[in-house]
């Protein structure tokens, strides 16, 4: 186990979801000492549910013999939750917002955070696709120049990139500071400018993009285009199964937020994908309980992965 950053050795992270409970047990494992925060208690609950007995929680972590009992037991000791923001506030150095996709309902959250937390805190933002600029717009100089988008990727106990999201008001400080930071995590970060979609969405979504017009043009089937991606270019997935890994209703998500902010007909969401969502085909049914299935349930085929 690493220990954390020696200026930053608190972390709060607000909306305790899929990705805030995960998010905060990756900064535990990492030694920080971690405050999550949601408006609703349920979440609070299911969250802490995650990080014990979540497909890469602790618990699965200590059954493969990649962490001791007293190791996950410290992890778990150092994560706390809490339902009144300022508490969850108090004393971070970094204040993580990962609640829903939504303008208003960050920048309300951080109207609130400026109140309360540390004149050097740094503020971010794990959105996907909202532009960071505009999460931030509303507030001063000084709070946007500790203002970034620090975009971790589903799962983060497991995915080694993230992207720090810098404005033209983020000063290098806090660029710097959050570099160490990851580092103290284990991931490789990366600093992009704020545009829509950031670098990796951007690239994999235009990718998904062609292989769906490849498709809708009868070119090649869903597990074709997809062994050309894998065999051909050595990805480890190609888009489609990628596609029902991730979701398909994120994907949809992910596209119509592109699409709205860029204007670019590339990033328009595929008539199929949008189908396969109305129908309740939400993605691999082994990942996502409430779904019928992905690409591959719905045309029939046997996913590459589950073959080579
Ligand atoms: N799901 C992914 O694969 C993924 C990957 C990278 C980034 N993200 C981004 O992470 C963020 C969270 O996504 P998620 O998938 O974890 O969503 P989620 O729906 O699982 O969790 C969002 C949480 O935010 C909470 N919330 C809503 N309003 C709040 C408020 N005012 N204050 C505090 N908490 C509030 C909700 O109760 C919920 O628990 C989004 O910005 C998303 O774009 C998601």
């Not at 975009?151 to 106990?157: I, S, T």
Request: with cysteine; glycine share 8%.
């Amino acid at each position: 186990m690493t220990s954390s950053s020696s200026s930053v050795s608190k972390i709060s992270v607000l909306g305790f979801g899929l990705m805030g409970a995960q998010i905060a047990q990756v900064f535990s494992q990492a030694g920080y000492q971690v405050k999550g925060y949601d408006v609703s208690d349920t979440q609070l609950r299911s969250g802490m549910e995650l990080i014990r007995k979540g497909k890469y929680g602790l618990e699965n972590s200590v059954a493969k013999g990649r962490m001791s009992k007293e190791e996950a037991d410290s992890v778990l000791s150092r994560i706390s939750v809490e339902s009144s923001l300022e508490h969850a506030c108090q004393g971070s150095g970094l204040i993580l917002e990962a609640a829903f996709e939504e303008l208003k309902t960050k920048q309300e959250i951080f109207r609130k955070v400026i109140q309360i937390s540390s004149d050097d805190a740094i503020l971010g933002s794990n959105t996907s696709t909202l532009s960071i600029s505009k999460i931030s717009e509303p507030f001063s100089t000084e709070i946007r120049s500790r203002f970034v988008g620090l975009h971790f990727f589903n799962p983060p106990q497991i995915m080694k990139l993230v992207e720090i999201v810098r404005t033209q008001d983020t000063d290098k400080w806090t660029v710097l500071k959050l570099k160490e930071v990851c580092l103290s995590i284990k991931k490789t970060a990366i600093v992009v400018s704020d545009t829509p979609g950031f670098v990796a969405n951007r690239i994999g979504i235009s990718v998904f993009a062609e292989a769906s017009s490849l498709l809708e043009k009868g070119v090649a089937n869903v597990r074709d285009i997809d062994l050309a991606m894998r065999l051909g270019y050595g990805y480890p997935m190609g888009p489609f199964e990628l596609g029902d890994l991730v979701g398909l209703d994120s994907r949809l998500l992910n596209m119509q937020a592109l699409y709205a902010e860029t204007n670019d007909e590339r990033f328009k969401p595929p008539a199929v994908l949008e189908k396969l969502v109305q129908e309740g085909y939400l993605g691999d049914p082994k990942l996502k309980k409430a779904s019928k299935g992905g690409y591959y349930e719905y045309y029939g085929l046997k996913r590459p992965s589950e073959e080579t």
